[in-house]
């Protein structure tokens, strides 16, 4: 036999090697030649063979071999123990009064579970997995069209504005040119004049000399000179070209004027490129013209709302450190302000009972508390309104509820029955949603941010780092995450802010010297914005790598 062919021959004896597979030995699975049968049976290798007919294979079970008995086979389970056991363990003493059960019967019982998983497998799962590929590769195509169409609008739109500069170009050209043509005519005509000017001089020049060379006393004395007409010349005329005022183009604003992208909503991934600085630098401060500023919301990569100590809300732009727009408004007396998935500002109303949505320049009441006190608010990543608040009649509640528009669809209040998740009395609660989907609220009054699961469950709280030499106790104040899911909480009394992991570990403080740290945001370009109530300026930190 070809052994390179083996695989396509017909089975052959695993004794002989040589006749075909006729029977089967279901104890040691071994394949035998009718002829080879009895010598398998009187071989010792085999202690308790069971031929078969090949095609009857498999039909009695295998035991398994006792871990203990070498030569004896588990027939049975014992349940306590969780083990196959022979004959012999059931009787020893270390089995005694256990529960057994014949161990094929546990057999059927996972063959029976293994034909459901394969059921399921193929019946649910594989089905959905390849229900998923075939959307994948549909989105993937889908996602390439919308790509290629988004990228030629963009050309489009780019071309169109080239065109529109060139216009502009040739338009400022064309001003140019008409100028210097009337220029250089103007200069032509007063060369003209000259030179003819020069001629007539040149002639007075010769009378002149001819009379100053004649004899004749008549013609000397009624020739008369005539100077003066040629002093009282025309001056030159006086041209002035015009001066090209460029603006200074900043690519920032560019880029806002020739268009922008929307934001994208999607899942949190894992970001490994960025990471803390080892020391965190201060980039600038913004002016708001606050006495004592309160809040800071970020409106996009360049626009950042601040509230203060004043009825306008305003607007800024980051990197130039203009004000942008301001809105008035009635506001709560903690100045409490963010800004939505969509663009739309929010703001607590005066007194702390409604949160008002303003669109398009124009402001309503989008929730209405009754009896209960708004503290403060975040947007999350399904366009939810997580609102922290406190009873308003003896102050003895605090608890977080979730909307969806208007809608009350959740409240978090307590963490086990009887014992609730946050402090009573007092306004100084700041809530924020991590990008775990963690609910991290800064509860001021216990001196801890506790930070409750999307589940409402309890993960942990911090109290702040006891190893640090800090002048007063860890009092949060502001409250904002990252794009590393890290926690950022201003420290009002020790003028910093304290950096933790999503699971609660301290990593470092971002010192702000002389600085009131009290609202907190990161922006989409992944600073972190401080407002200082002592000086109303917004502090730019950056303190990712």
């Not at 100028?179 to 103007?186: A, C, P, S, Y």
């Not at 004649?214 to 004395?221: A, E, L, P, Q, T």
Request: charged content about 30%; overall charge neutral; aromatic content about 6%.
């Amino acid at each position: 036999m070809d052994p390179h062919n083996r695989a396509q021959d017909v089975l052959r004896c695993d004794l002989c090697e040589e006749n075909v597979v006729q029977m089967h030995c279901d104890t040691c699975l071994v394949k035998l030649c009718k002829t080879c049968v009895g010598d398998h049976i009187s071989s010792e290798e085999c202690e308790d063979p069971k031929v078969v007919r090949f095609q009857s294979r498999k039909c009695v079970p295998v035991y398994p071999t006792c871990a203990l008995h070498d030569s004896k086979r588990c027939e049975m389970h014992c349940q306590q123990c969780t083990v196959p056991i022979c004959f012999i363990c059931a009787t020893s003493e270390k089995h005694a009064g256990h529960r057994f059960k014949n161990i094929v019967d546990i057999f059927d019982e996972k063959k029976r579970e293994f034909e459901k998983k394969i059921k399921d497998l193929q019946e649910n799962i594989r089905v959905k997995r390849a229900d998923q590929a075939s959307k994948m590769e549909k989105r993937i195509a889908d996602l390439e069209k919308e790509c290629t169409a988004l990228l030629d609008t963009v050309s489009k739109h780019g071309e169109e504005l080239k065109r529109k500069i060139d216009q502009i170009v040739k338009e400022v050209q064309s001003e140019i040119e008409s100028i210097r043509k009337n220029h250089v005519e103007l200069l032509i005509t007063t060369r003209t004049e000259v030179q003819q000017n020069l001629t007539e001089i040149d002639r007075e020049v010769s009378s002149l000399n001819e009379t100053l060379d004649s004899n004749d006393i008549n013609k000397v004395f009624h020739f008369t000179p005539n100077n003066k007409i040629y002093k009282n010349l025309s001056d030159d005329p006086v041209l002035t070209m015009p001066v090209f005022s460029t603006k200074r183009i900043v690519s920032v604003q560019l880029r806002e004027m020739f268009g922008t992208l929307s934001d994208i909503v999607t899942k949190p991934t894992a970001i490994t490129k960025v990471r803390l600085m080892e020391t965190p630098v201060i980039v600038h401060r913004i002016a708001t013209g606050y006495f004592h500023l309160y809040g800071v919301a970020f409106l996009d990569r360049i626009g950042i709302w601040a509230t203060g100590d004043a009825q306008q809300i305003k607007l800024f732009d980051v990197n130039d450190k203009s004000i942008k727009k301001s809105i008035d408004t009635k506001l709560s007396g903690e100045k409490l302000v963010l800004v939505t998935n969509q663009g739309h500002l929010l703001y607590a109303g005066k007194g702390g009972r409604t949160i008002h949505i303003v669109k398009r320049e124009q402001s309503e009441e989008l929730i209405s508390l009754h009896g209960w006190g708004v503290r403060d608010f975040c947007i999350t990543s399904a366009d939810d309104i997580l609102v922290v608040m406190t009873s308003v009649n003896n102050g003895r509640e605090t608890r977080v509820v979730r909307y969806h528009g208007r809608e009350e669809k959740e409240i978090i209040q307590f963490e086990s029955k009887e014992k609730p998740l946050y402090s009573v009395g007092g306004n100084s609660k700041y809530i924020c949603e991590n990008r775990n989907f963690d609910i991290c609220v800064a509860d001021r009054d216990a001196c801890a941010v506790v930070v409750v699961s999307q589940g409402t469950k309890l993960r942990f709280r911090y109290e702040g780092n006891p190893s640090s030499l800090r002048k007063t106790e860890f009092k949060p104040k502001g409250i904002a995450t990252d794009s590393l899911s890290n926690i950022l909480v201003s420290d009002l009394d020790n003028a910093c802010v304290h950096v933790v992991d999503q699971n609660g570990k301290f990593l470092t403080f971002i010192d702000c010297p002389r600085v009131r740290a009290w609202g907190l945001c990161v922006g989409l370009d992944n600073y972190l914005y401080v407002a200082d109530n002592a000086s109303g300026d917004v502090i730019k930190i950056r303190y990712l790598q």
